[in-house]
Every structure is written in C-alpha cells, then in structure tokens.
C-alpha cells in the first residue's frame, strides 16, 4: 500500500488541501491517504474556518509521497520555522515530495529544488525567481516531474499532478477511471501552458469546444489546423486566436499532444505494433510516433511500453 501525507500548514488552501484524497482516496485498494499538520494540532485556513487532522509530523516518516497544498507563504518569509524544517527532516529520502501552487516556496526554501527544474503559479514567479535563484523556474507550465520531486502551478495544474502521477504508478487506465469519477479531464501534458489573464469567452462567441470533441474522435485522421477551423466555420487566423484563448496552446500544438496521450494509452493497453499505433492516432509514420514520443517524454516506444504496460485494475 502506497501511503500519501499530506501536510496542512498555517493559512492551507482547503481546495487543493482536499485534493489528494480526492485523486489517490478513489483508488483504496492502492493507497492510504493521511492528513497531518507539525504538531497534531488544528490549523487555520485561507477561508473563515480552521480543520483538525487526524496526525502529527510524526506520520511523515511513513510516507512514500509527501503533498504540501498551497498555505501562508509569509511564514517562510524569514526561512523555514524550526517546526517545519523538523518535520521535513522526518521524511524518507526516497519518498517523492510533491508541492502543488505556490507551496513550491517551501521546497525552495528548504534547498530541495535547488539546481532543479520547478514551476509555481505565475503570480509568485516574480518573488520567487529574486528570492531562490538557484531553482530553475519555469512558470509557464502546468506542473513538473522532476523525479522525486514534483511542483504544479495553480489548483487545476495540482489535480493534473495528482493524475500524472496515478498514471506513473498503475497505467492510463486507472488514471483515466479516476479522472471520469472526479469528472475532471484525464490529462493535460505538464508543458501545457498556465492560463494566465486569459479572458472567459463571451457566451455569444463561438468556442471551439464542439471541434475539439469532433478532432478527439478523429485522431486517426490526417487532420490539420485548416481541417479544424473550416469545422469551427471560422478563418484560420481567427480559430487560432480562439483555440488559444480557450486552451492555453496552439491547434497544432493540441493535436499532436492528443496523438501522444492516445498512443500512450495504446502501448500500455495493448500488443499492437509501434507502426500500428501510429497510424490509429494519425501520425504517418512509426517513426514519427517515435519522435513525437520522446520530445514529449524522453523515451521511445519500446521503452515506454517496458515501463508503463499494466494489466488494468
């Protein structure tokens, strides 16, 4: 059984406190997900009430993936309080450390990210770059896997995290099972883009919602970018704009991320060769499927397949 913490500090954010339990609590057969603050008691919140938890930072020792939620990052503002840095010290060294929204500071601020690559959500990245300059920070990401050590940007980035790493552990299957029962989408790539100062679509303007749908079940097809925006009935620069103001990336850039997902899912649920493969998510090629696979994650087929093939549970 694959035991969660999750650390609750002073000003938590309730919403992405919860959001473990959500995510990895819908898989009980796989792991057990604890609450604990430093010293067992009550702590307050970011919103007008104050949560008990059921542990002490003495629960951090058993752990094999610590989650700190966003919290009042003033408390880190003259370095890290003896209590907490007490309570990191409790963590095993081979335990992944996951920080979601700006709790980032706080792995920052302990020297964990240091000559690292991490992300946060924008509105910190300004402080955050002046005040830990040995992090490499990337704002303009959902989240990032670094090994055992993971940072996300805002709540929705932290929910993509938490399904990321679902997926790392027991295959897309189950990630996506958890996804449909938390009626969330079942991925978004971590080099996604962070929505920053994005407007919400006026309701009398077309969205491209419907082509995405219509794209998602076409996959297969060689669609482009004109494919698309001729089925939005719009120009291309237009649907481009579009696109973008509503998903974070360009046309092209969603395609093919959605190609990847789906052949990703094909590798780890099926035996069907890398050419096959290719050709049912609308590349040309095996070896275009190769190619986009390792710029997205680093590794070819063969080796994705090694890792990550599960049976389903």
Same mark, same amino acid.
């Given at each position: 059984?694959?035991?969660?913490?999750?650390?609750?500090?002073?000003?938590?954010?309730?919403?992405?406190?919860?959001?473990?339990?959500?995510?990895?609590?819908?898989?009980?057969?796989?792991?057990?997900?604890?609450?604990?603050? #430093?010293?067992? !008691?009550?702590?307050?919140?970011?919103?007008?009430?104050?949560?008990?938890?059921?542990?002490?930072?003495?629960?951090?020792?058993?752990?094999?993936?610590?989650?700190?939620?966003?919290?009042? #990052?003033?408390?880190?503002?003259?370095?890290?309080?003896?209590?907490?840095?007490?309570?990191? @010290?409790?963590?095993?060294?081979?335990?992944?450390?996951?920080?979601?929204?700006?709790?980032?500071?706080?792995? @920052?601020?302990?020297?964990?990210?240091?000559?690292?690559?991490?992300?946060?959500?924008?509105?910190?990245?300004?402080?955050?770059?002046?005040?830990?300059?040995?992090?490499?920070?990337?704002?303009?990401?959902?989240? #990032?896997?670094?090994?055992?050590?993971?940072?996300? @940007?805002?709540?929705?980035?932290?929910?993509?995290?938490?399904?990321?790493?679902?997926?790392?552990?027991?295959?897309?299957?189950?990630?996506?099972?958890?996804? %449909?029962?938390?009626?969330?989408?079942?991925?978004?790539?971590?080099?996604?883009? !962070?929505?920053?100062?994005?407007?919400?679509?006026?309701?009398?303007?077309?969205?491209?919602?419907?082509? %995405? !749908?219509?794209?998602?079940? %076409?996959?297969?097809?060689?669609?482009? !970018?004109?494919?698309?925006?001729?089925?939005?009935?719009?120009?291309?620069?237009?649907?481009?704009?579009?696109?973008?103001?509503?998903?974070?990336?360009?046309?092209? %850039?969603?395609?093919?991320?959605?190609?990847?997902?789906?052949?990703?899912?094909?590798?780890?649920?099926?035996?069907?060769?890398?050419?096959?493969? @290719?050709?049912?998510?609308?590349?040309?090629?095996?070896?275009?499927?190769?190619?986009?696979?390792?710029?997205?994650?680093?590794?070819?087929?063969?080796?994705?397949?090694?890792?990550?093939?599960?049976?389903?549970?």
């Amino acid at each position: 059984m694959h035991r969660v913490v999750v650390l609750a500090l002073p000003g938590v954010y309730p919403f992405e406190l919860g959001m473990p339990r959500r995510i990895f609590g819908a898989l009980p057969d796989h792991y057990e997900v604890l609450t604990c603050t #430093v010293d067992g !008691q009550p702590v307050t919140t970011n919103a007008d009430f104050v949560i008990s938890v059921g542990h002490d930072s003495e629960v951090l020792a058993t752990a094999d993936t610590v989650v700190i939620p966003p919290f009042d #990052v003033s408390l880190v503002a003259d370095g890290l309080p003896a209590p907490v840095v007490d309570a990191l @010290a409790l963590v095993p060294t081979n335990a992944r450390i996951v920080s979601i929204c700006t709790s980032a500071v706080l792995l @920052a601020a302990a020297g964990l990210l240091d000559g690292r690559p991490a992300t946060t959500h924008w509105k910190l990245s300004e402080r955050f770059r002046r005040e830990y300059p040995a992090v490499q920070l990337d704002d303009d990401v959902l989240f #990032v896997d670094d090994g055992n050590v993971l940072t996300s @940007a805002g709540a929705a980035a932290g929910v993509d995290m938490c399904l990321h790493l679902v997926r790392n552990d027991h295959g897309s299957q189950v990630a996506n099972r958890v996804a %449909r029962e938390c009626v969330v989408p079942p991925w978004r790539e971590g080099g996604q883009a !962070q929505y920053i100062d994005q407007p919400v679509p006026d309701a009398s303007i077309a969205s491209t919602s419907a082509t %995405r !749908q219509w794209a998602m079940e %076409r996959l297969h097809l060689p669609l482009t !970018q004109t494919d698309l925006a001729d089925h939005a009935r719009m120009s291309l620069r237009t649907f481009a704009r579009r696109f973008r103001d509503e998903v974070g990336t360009s046309p092209g %850039r969603w395609l093919i991320q959605q190609r990847v997902a789906r052949a990703r899912e094909l590798l780890e649920s099926s035996d069907l060769s890398v050419d096959r493969i @290719a050709g049912q998510v609308g590349f040309a090629t095996g070896t275009s499927l190769r190619q986009h696979l390792r710029n997205a994650i680093g590794v070819s087929p063969v080796t994705y397949r090694r890792t990550f093939s599960k049976p389903a549970r």
